[in-house]
């Protein structure tokens, strides 16, 4: 009788201003999540979390495919000029847009920037000074390439973990599935 006495003081006291007892019950029962709702739940934010970070990587792999091409196109544009060359000992000038693409994405030509290599060696260039200009931006070109390809299987393992949480994700649903059928066919 004393426990009777404590739990209908308890409730007495717990309504909110401006609610009743029985709305209180109502949203406390709302607030209490089932166990597949978690997980349900769980699942949701691991699917967006390898969705994010999938997005992430496809960006990036997608600035470093243009910085490939980019590079690739300069490359192509030394080699023209070193397909120009007559001879040997010829000379062409370097283009100020490819100077100024090796600026912007530092890239270094025999181990110096491209300014310091313009200003020991000219603007002006024989055949061996455009061949290093040329393989500078291959290189370039390759190791954009090469990051863009390890990228592509850091995308699939993403990929391949996004697939899991869906599958679990199912399990979890089937679960629930079977389970509320099994307490429908128990009340009847």
Known sequence: MAINNVVSLARSESPVFGQSVSDIDYLRAGSNTSLMGTAMVS????????????NAKF????????????????????DALLASLADAKGTAELPPDVIAYMRENNIEVNGMSIDKFIAE?????????????KSALESHS????????Q???????????????????????SMNAESTKSIAQSIR
């Open 59 to 78: 960006e990036q792999m997608s600035k470093k495919t243009e910085v490939s091409r980019d590079a690739q196109d300069m490359a192509n544009r030394v």
């Open 142 to 149: 390759g190791r954009a390439s090469d990051f863009v390809q």
């Open 121 to 133: 060696n000219g603007t002006t260039l024989n055949k061996a000074d455009l061949t290093a200009v």
């Open 151 to 173: 990228n592509q299987l850091k995308l699939q393992q993403l990929m391949q973990n996004f697939n899991t949480a869906v599958t679990m994700a199912n399990s979890i649903q």
């Open 43 to 54: 699942m949701e934010n691991i699917m967006l979390l390898f969705t994010e970070l999938a």
